[in-house]
């Protein structure tokens, strides 16, 4: 497939392929033929740059993944991307290639399988049993996320974890010794893992034996090291970087097949023998599917609201009129801070939707994501719907991943927006994979106040909106903080970013009414609607919008026509028909943005004629109202260059 390419990975899959072959043709539970039966084993691939191991894999056991697609891997339009992409492939289970993101989504659906069984699963009914399976290399393991994952998987002792390390020896510079000596074993033993070792890793039986060991054990994950070699069976590059990330060349092709014992001609070859051996795993699979729908009717009759309540979950549908009691916020000048709204709405939305948990990276109190109600998912409660993820931002992103993967839940996760940069890797890939996430980013701007820049968000709005199919939502009090929750848990085909104030905002009359249907498309008018020759045209998100509407006020009594539009979506907003967008951004008009961080990308809102008050440089520590004289973001400051602008 390399070879054919011209380019991709050969080394990982030779090396790797007994115990993918191991466990894929004896192990993994799965039924080719409905790549989404809910309970089949999870496979992931952590080191994704060895996709071509997992397109083979997939072949062979009858997926739709035919030899042709295998022919055209890495070419444009096929079936076999360069990496493995969720949603491209039939049997790919979640996008892999950023090292160490594999595996940690692993964890992710480990811990949904949990839940779910905690929910759903009767005495003789088991509704949800699997194993989550996977394969991590070198790479995956120096990642620092290796390490936040492998730890909370080890804390919340997930039995059914497990995966395999390809310990070769060898990344992209060369032999793994000039930068990783540590006791890989005794890393894993510490955090509370069951580790086996393999000393050959093209000893299938075994591999097998060190699986059947692993599934044993359902109080520690398990981590299986086997001893590969990168390249295996290549005269000249076994063993060798220069198996890593290059064709092997046709003459070496040759050469290893010869040392391999395999026929040199014709390329794609599968012999009959290998197809058959693998035409045992498509029966068993029809078969255990079949056994699994049987037990589900009998469950169904047994079980009726239960069977219902998963049928509805696995759907991914919401309960029928499940926005009929959601909070509503009274008009109040002091108001409440975005976060509080939240978290209230958060326990409301609990009562409503029971597929609904998360938690925050040891911040619940300040994010306000803790469920009053609920208990802590943890090892003797798996029905707990509290998420205790630790500081542990980045594996906290891939994790939400691989629970909302596994299907059956809907999650949220809590952090500073400051430290959405330790969970961006993970954002892309929910952004790229359209899942729905709820990130609970709080403490939005220099709002933060004492504890300084290092807490500030200045960039990570600009940062945030670049992200395609992510929709960053600010809103700019409590019943925009509901609508928002509610513009998240609509969507379906991608994740959604909440950026919450630290501190109080007033509750706004001009948002009270119909809030979600606002929202909903991204940007509004609150004062001024029906003037659309208006003189200016101030807009403002989160915070600044309660700054931008008094100024209206002063501005009005001076005789300026003002329009205030609130922007709490970008995204929302350019998916809004032309005629809406005109109808809320008039041509031509005169605009004033106001955002407390980065002005970076606000020019295309603000027009050709229009002004930005913005923070372009980094906050500092001090009282919160302090700090908003000190970055002028104040009501006179508006008006000042409202004024200035007018007469321009
Ligand atoms: C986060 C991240 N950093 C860097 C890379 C680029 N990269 C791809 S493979 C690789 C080396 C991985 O080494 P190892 O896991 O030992 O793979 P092997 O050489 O055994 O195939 C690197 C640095 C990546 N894919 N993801």
Excluded at 57 to 62: D, P, R, S, T
Excluded at 80 to 89: A, S
Excluded at 358 to 366: E, I, K, N, R, T
Excluded at 599 to 610: D, F, N
Aim: include cysteine.
């Amino acid at each position: 497939m390399v070879e054919k390419a011209n380019s991709g990975h050969p080394g990982m899959p030779m090396g790797a392929a007994a115990m993918a072959h191991t466990l894929w043709s004896r192990f993994l539970k799965h039924n080719p033929k409905n790549p989404t039966w809910p309970d089949r084993d999870r496979f992931i691939l952590s080191a994704g740059h060895g996709s071509a191991l997992l397109y083979a894999l997939l072949h062979l056991c009858g997926y739709q993944v035919t030899l042709d697609d295998l022919k055209n891997f890495r070419q444009k339009g096929s079936l076999t991307p360069g990496h493995p992409e969720y949603r491209h492939t039939p049997g790919v289970e979640t996008t892999t290639g950023p090292l160490g993101q594999g595996l940690a989504t692993g964890v992710g659906m480990a811990m949904a399988e949990r839940s779910l069984a905690a929910t759903f699963n009767r005495p003789d009914f088991a509704v949800v049993d699997h194993f989550t399976y996977g394969i991590v290399g070198d790479g995956d393991l120096m990642e620092g996320l290796s390490h936040e994952a492998a730890s909370l998987a080890g804390n919340l002792k997930l039995g059914k974890l497990i995966f395999f390390y390809d310990d070769n020896h060898i990344s992209i510079e060369g032999d793994t010794s000039i930068t990783f000596s540590e006791d890989r074993a005794a890393r894993f033993r510490a955090y509370g893992w069951q580790v086996i070792e393999v000393a050959d890793g093209n000893d299938c039986t075994a591999i097998a034996a060190a699986l059947t060991f692993a599934r044993s054990d359902l109080e520690h994950p398990t981590l299986i090291a086997v001893r590969t070699h990168i390249g295996f069976g290549s005269p000249a590059k076994q063993d060798s970087a220069a198996a890593h990330g290059a064709p092997l060349g046709a003459d070496e092709i040759i050469k290893s097949k010869n040392n391999l014992g395999f026929p040199t001609a014709p390329d794609f070859l599968v012999s009959d023998e290998v197809y058959a051996g693998y035409g045992e795993v498509k029966e068993r699979g029809l078969k255990s599917e079949a056994q699994w729908l049987e037990m589900m009717l009998a469950y169904k009759a047994k079980f009726p609201e239960l069977a219902t309540e998963w049928e509805r979950r696995l759907a991914g549908e919401l309960p029928v009129d499940w926005e009929k009691s959601l909070p509503r916020f009274p008009v109040d000048e002091k108001g409440i801070a975005t976060r509080a709204a939240s978290g209230k709405m958060i326990n409301a939305l609990a009562e409503i939707l029971p597929e609904l948990l998360g938690g925050s990276a040891d911040l619940g109190p300040s994010n306000k994501t803790l469920i009053d109600t609920a208990t802590d998912f943890s090892a003797p409660d798996f029905s707990g719907r509290n998420i205790r993820f630790g500081v542990r931002e980045h594996a906290m992103g891939a994790i939400l991943n691989g629970l909302v993967l596994h299907r059956g839940l809907r999650v949220f996760g809590g952090t500073f927006m400051v430290f959405c940069d330790y969970m961006k890797p993970a954002i892309r890939l929910a952004a790229m994979m359209g899942l729905p996430v709820v990130y609970v980013f709080t403490h939005d701007s220099i709002g933060v106040g004492e504890d300084g820049p290092t807490h500030q968000p200045i960039e990570h709005l600009a940062s945030l909106r670049v992200i395609p199919n992510l929709n960053v939502i600010r809103p700019a009090d409590a019943n925009e903080t509901v609508a928002a929750w509610v513009a998240a848990l609509q969507r379906k085909d991608g994740p959604t970013a909440l950026i919450l104030t630290r501190q109080n905002i007033p509750t706004l009359a001009e948002i009270a009414e119909n809030a979600a249907l606002k929202v909903s498309r991204g940007a509004y008018v609150i004062i001024g609607e029906d003037e659309r020759d208006a003189d200016i045209t101030l807009i403002g998100t989160g915070s600044e919008l309660a700054l931008a509407v008094q100024a209206a006020a002063t501005l009005q009594k001076e005789g300026i026509k003002v329009r205030v539009v609130s922007m709490p979506c970008w995204a929302l907003f350019d998916h809004q028909s032309k005629a809406y967008r005109d109808t809320v951004l008039p041509a031509g008009g005169r605009r004033l943005v106001i955002e407390a961080g980065s002005s970076m990308g606000w020019h295309r809102y603000a027009g050709e004629k229009g002004d930005i008050i913005a923070i372009d440089q980094f906050g500092a520590s001090a009282p919160a109202c302090e700090l908003f004289q000190q970055f002028r973001i104040t009501v006179e400051e508006i008006v000042r260059r409202a004024r200035a602008a007018c007469s321009r």
